[in-house]
């Protein structure tokens, strides 16, 4: 176990010295072993029977506020193997948006939760502390009065998934026996985030699968481009959000691309025939790198030719 001046770190079956006794705060709220067994059955009930990560987390949230009063905020927070980043997925209880919101990112160090999931370890916070925790996010939490944290290592399989952060107003609102407890609830709500991430996984493997037979069908029947491309957009518009698309193809008279159907598009904006140059343009860097070409945003740096900044996409 390694212990700092206001936080503790604990294994499953390490014992955690806090400096308070939360038996003589009239306002604590013990789980005797009873509750504690009903508790873990309720949070089982929700976990088995549930594959939408934001309902799991009210419905446990809800069930450890019942039996654990001082829990005022909760987060759930997953890791992100594309961006390796821990990303808030859920929020549940009165306090948890005070400092939080989803989708967010939390930093890499200097919070609880980062603590957590790279120690694997429950990690146990009496006082939060801008100095013991340096990060905007906590400065945030303590500002708006949470000053007691838990936060559990979500782990399935050796998989990392991501951390259970609880919080509180008071300080040492959480002794030894509700962190176990709370390690615990974390170990089953692993198992129901693993199988919701399957249950992802496998829905977007079926709808991408879909998608594709029904192109395939479109591109079988259509000799014209226009009819296709109309076709193939409200397909698409079902699984990828677009406000137009357009089929360019290459001109070898100008050296540049000619546009040969359009669908939706802006006001003012492209008309069909149009001629799009090969410098400057997502179209041009895609057609001589032979790469699918993704931006959030066009940075007019990278793309300077006049159609985009004429048209500030």
Do not use: W
Not at 132 to 140: C, H, I, Q
Not at 165 to 183: R, Y
Not at 210 to 218: D, F, Q, R, Y
């Amino acid at each position: 176990m390694i212990e700092g001046k206001k936080a503790s770190i604990m294994t499953d079956h390490s014992k955690v010295d806090t400096q308070k006794d939360n038996a003589d705060d009239p306002t604590y709220i013990q789980t005797d072993g009873s509750s504690r067994s009903r508790l873990l059955l309720e949070i089982n009930n929700a976990v088995v029977s549930n594959l939408d990560l934001q309902k799991l987390l009210q419905v446990v949230a809800e069930c450890l506020h019942g039996a654990l009063a001082q829990i005022l905020s909760a987060a759930l927070s997953l890791y992100n193997t594309e961006t390796d980043q821990l990303l808030v997925h859920a929020l549940a209880l009165e306090r948890s948006g005070d400092f939080l919101t989803e989708g967010i990112a939390l930093p890499p160090t200097g919070t609880p939760g980062a603590l957590a999931f790279t120690t694997q370890k429950v990690v146990l916070i009496e006082k939060l502390t801008v100095e013991e925790f340096p990060s905007d996010l906590v400065k945030r939490a303590v500002e708006t009065g949470t000053t007691s944290i838990c936060s559990v290592p979500l782990t399935i399989y050796e998989r990392r998934l991501g951390v259970l952060s609880v919080g509180s107003t008071q300080e040492g609102a959480f002794s030894k026996d509700d962190a176990e407890l709370l390690n615990e609830i974390g170990k089953q709500i692993a198992i129901a985030v693993n199988n919701a991430l399957n249950h992802q996984k496998a829905k977007r493997e079926r709808d991408r699968f879909e998608l594709l037979l029904e192109v395939s069908k479109a591109v079988s029947v259509s000799l014209d481009l226009r009819k296709l491309l109309l076709t193939v957009s409200a397909i698409l518009r079902n699984h990828i959000h677009h406000d137009f698309a357009g089929i360019s193809l290459y001109d070898e008279e100008f050296k540049m691309f000619r546009l040969l159907a359009l669908d939706n598009p802006t006001a003012e904006f492209l008309e069909e025939s149009f001629l799009i140059p090969i410098e400057g343009t997502p179209e041009g860097l895609a057609f001589k790198a032979r790469q699918t070409v993704l931006r959030g945003s066009l940075d007019f740096n990278e793309f300077p030719a006049h159609l985009i900044l004429r048209e500030n996409l």
